[in-house]
């Protein structure tokens, strides 16, 4: 028994010390950041990371600290790393435009209906951390409302719970499905940025295939399908194409 305790004190102690130094080197950064000293801003922050500490407020100072030092591509990488931590930040959304602005690739995204874009916003009020708590806050409010329906004996009353549970459990449903919908995008949906100076896009999984057309650093594609050493990426304005699989890292 003794021997347990100290096995898990030693445990408590060590990712005590683990936390520390995170906290530690996130203060160096920040610190370094104000300096102007960008280069050990990066190397803390990236430290962080690497003992696997991630945050949208980490993501988004390394993101800061890149974008000061010149590295466009590696700057755009890590604002999209943070906005999934945080879905609808506003500044993390301001300095992702920013940096677009500093690569050659401007892409007209396709219009789609009203409908899609819409759902697409529900979909992204929440990060899927965020939209864990609130679907099991929506779902346990429905749960007390049909219990007291249940238990409350007035008529009138009983019908005004039912209601309210009916239009509750709506509720909880349509989350529900944003949320899984998410995930299950989350999950599939592949995202990246390209560190290669330019790249043609072919037409076939073939080096000997018809260029299409070229893609430069720091533009973000979506892979939809891979062939051994391909992928065949999509850009925002519907252009798609095969690719070689380097050159590129996953958001």
């Not at 102690?13 to 370094?32: C, H, I, P």
């Not at 980490?58 to 591509?73: H, K, M, S, V």
Request: charged residues 25%.
């Amino acid at each position: 028994m003794n021997k347990i305790i100290i096995f898990l004190l030693m445990i408590f102690l060590a990712t005590s010390l683990f936390s520390q130094s995170a906290v530690d080197l996130f203060k160096k950064g920040n610190e370094a950041y104000k300096k102007g000293d960008y280069k050990t801003a990066i190397e803390s922050y990236e430290k962080i990371i690497s003992l696997g500490y991630e945050s949208g407020d980490i993501l988004f100072n390394l993101g800061n600290a890149y974008y000061r030092t010149g590295q466009f591509a590696n700057a755009i990488l890590n604002y999209e790393r943070a906005k999934k931590y945080d879905t609808n930040d506003k500044e993390i959304e301001h300095n992702l435009a920013i940096a677009n602005l500093r690569i050659k690739d401007r892409l007209e995204k396709v219009p789609r209906l009203f409908i899609f874009e819409w759902w697409e916003n529900i979909k992204n009020i929440f990060s899927l951390h965020i939209y864990q708590y609130f679907i099991f806050i929506l779902f346990t409010i429905f749960v007390i409302s049909f219990a007291l329906f249940f238990w409350v004996k007035d008529v009138i009353l009983k019908k005004r719970i039912l209601f309210i549970s009916i239009f509750l459990g709506l509720v909880f449903a349509f989350f529900a499905i944003a949320f899984i919908s998410k995930a299950v995008e989350h999950d599939n949906d592949k995202y990246a940025i390209l560190f290669e100076q330019s790249l043609k896009v072919k037409s076939a999984p073939d080096q000997n295939a018809l260029d299409l057309f070229e893609i430069h650093y720091g533009i973000k594609f979506k892979i939809v399908d891979e062939l051994e050493d391909w992928c065949k990426i999509l850009l925002i304005d519907g252009k798609t194409g095969w690719i070689k699989k380097n050159g590129f890292e996953i958001i």
